[in-house]
């Protein structure tokens, strides 16, 4: 009997617990202990609110600022990595372009510098030649009027030896004959 009694009693212990402390008693759950707790939470929850999920907050927003930086930083040094091989190319085609008009250049006036060191050669030839042969005519007059006078000069001297002597067709023939000698020899 006496577990029985004492099964009643804490029956009847637990029936003044859960009358003064209502339903919940029945879980188990002491009130004031409760309401201590839910408190010192409120209390913990507060302080790390405050001190520690206010800065841990901020340390990831601070960070993912910075994150979001570098990403534009680096989207913005692409961009203009982009840009400055794009103008590098450009800049390679005008030079391209640029040492191929200078090269033509170049070669035209070569040949321009050619044609006319030709055409200048060919007229020093023809002035050389024009003045060969304006000399060649000069002496030509000159040998002529030399001939002429010496021609005149023999027939002269050819005409006295003539007349001193005695005129016959065979002494005629003769002097005749030297002056086309002495003419031909000259």
């Known amino acids: 009997m006496s577990e029985t009694n004492l099964t009643t009693e804490l029956a009847n212990g637990t029936i003044k617990t ?10 188990g759950i002491n009130l004031k202990i409760f309401i201590a707790q839910l408190i010192n ?21 601070d960070r993912s600022s910075r994150i979001e930086k570098s990403v534009k930083q680096t989207q913005e040094i692409e961009e203009r990595l982009a840009k400055s091989e794009k103008e590098q190319k450009q800049i390679l085609v005008q030079a391209r372009a640029e040492a191929a008009s200078v090269l033509e250049q170049a070669r035209t006036d070569a040949e321009n510098r050619k044609k006319e060191l030709i055409d200048s050669a060919k007229q020093e030839v023809q002035r050389v ?15 002529i009027k030399e001939a002429k006078s010496e021609i005149v000069e023999i027939a002269i001297t050819a005409a006295e030896k003539i007349l001193k002597e005695s005129v016959d067709q065979k002494s005629s023939q003769k002097f005749a004959q030297e002056v ?4 031909d020899k000259v």
């Open 41 to 61: 939470f409120v209390v913990v929850l507060l302080v790390l609110w405050k001190w520690v999920y206010k800065p841990f907050v901020k340390l990831l927003d």
């Open 180 to 183: 086309v000698d002495k003419i």
């Open 18 to 27: 859960v009358e003064a402390t209502g339903g919940i008693g029945m879980l």
């Open 129 to 143: 030649v024009a003045q060969g042969k304006e000399q060649l005519k000069v002496e030509k007059v000159t040998m």
